[in-house]
């Protein structure tokens, strides 16, 4: 079981930079893939960004401005986001795909808790 802890949300003015964390803790065999949703109510959770090995994917309104990064041998994932508008204000959850055992071909996913950011002046 996969446990993720969301760091660096918070309040920001447009046009400015956060920087969002998260850590995968627990007991798995492998992170296949991590990622960042984020959701707004009465809207559907939508991928931000996603990056597994080296290929990246990111929602078209965030192209250009975030940036996911990852580092392996500390199961951690960041999102840097630049440039931030005020639709960006959302929950943003830190997920991942991860195969719980050597002898467990399933992928298993896992969310964090959210962490939000609000961009406003």
């Known amino acids: 079981q996969v446990q993720l802890m969301e760091s660096g949300g918070g309040p920001v003015q447009p046009g400015g930079s956060l920087r969002l964390s998260c850590a995968a803790s627990?007991?798995?065999?492998?992170?296949?893939?991590m990622g960042w949703y984020r959701q707004v109510p009465g809207k559907e959770r939508e991928l931000v960004a996603s990056i597994s090995g080296s290929t990246t994917k990111y929602a078209d309104s965030v192209k250009d401005r975030f940036s996911i990064s990852r580092d392996n041998a500390k199961n951690t994932v960041s999102l840097q986001m630049n440039s931030l508008k005020p639709e960006d204000t959302a929950v943003y959850y830190c997920?991942?795909?991860?195969?719980?055992?050597?002898?467990?071909?399933?992928?298993?996913?896992?969310w964090g808790q959210g962490t939000q950011v609000t961009v406003s002046s």
């Open positions: 997920n991942t795909g991860y195969r719980a055992h050597w002898g467990n071909s399933d992928v298993y996913y896992a």
């Open positions: 627990g007991r798995f065999f492998s992170i296949n893939v």
